[in-house]
Each structure stands twice: as C-alpha cells, then as structure tokens.
Nanobody
C-alpha cells in the first residue's frame, strides 16, 4: 500500500508561482510512475502532468506546457510540480497519483493509477 500526501498549495496572484510536493510512503517509490491531476470547481478531474518511473520522460497537458515542470527525487520519495505564470483558470484541487509499473512509459488516464493523494487547493487570484 502506498500513501500519498500533497503539500504546497495556497493562494497566489496571477503570474505567480507555486511548487507542489507529493511525498509517498513505502520503499518502492522508484518503481512507480507518477502523475498530477486537477479538478476545478464544477469540472471533472483532468490530467496535468506525468513522469515515468525512471524520471527520464515527462509530459504535460497543453494548458500546462511551458509553465509547469514535473520532477521527482527518489531519495526523498517525492514528486514535484513547479507551476509558474499561474492563471486564474489554474485554480483547482491538485492531486498526485502513483502507479506501480515495470514499464518505462507515461500514464495519462485516471484509471491507470493505483494510488491517490487527498489533494491540495491552489487558488489563483486575478
């Protein structure tokens, strides 16, 4: 069983930055591909970014490309999402997710992931 705990959310003005962290329990973090999703008010949860278990492959939703950066530190069992140039439409609850895999690939669908954090609120004011 893997437990995920997100942190780093908060209130920021448009154009500002936040770095979200997701720390996992267990000793198999390096065997998990990771992802970030978000749910805006009144909308379904959507994919934001993903990183492979090796960390050598990443991808982003179109609305995150060029502004967000995903990374991982296996020594700290932590995955990060650096968010720059934030916009009011980035306001959402952000969730990290993990999937145990032997594959060196990315995962984009909610159903691909085995474990989820509780979410952290990000609010961007205009």
């Amino acid at each position: 069983q893997v437990q995920l705990v997100e942190s780093g959310g908060g209130l920021v003005q448009a154009g500002g930055s936040l770095r979200l962290s997701c720390t996992t329990s267990g000793r198999t973090f390096s065997r998990h591909a990771m992802g970030w999703f978000r749910r805006a008010p009144g909308k379904e949860r959507e994919f934001v970014s993903a990183i492979s278990r090796s960390g050598d492959s990443t991808d982003y939703a179109d609305n995150a490309k060029g502004r967000f950066t995903i990374s991982r530190d296996d020594a700290k069992n932590t995955v990060y999402l650096q968010m720059n140039s934030l916009k009011p439409e980035d306001t959402a609850v952000y969730y990290c997710a993990a999937v145990f895999t032997n594959l060196r690939r990315l995962f984009y669908r909610e159903g691909d992931y085995d474990y989820w954090g509780q979410g952290t609120q990000v609010t961007v004011s205009a």
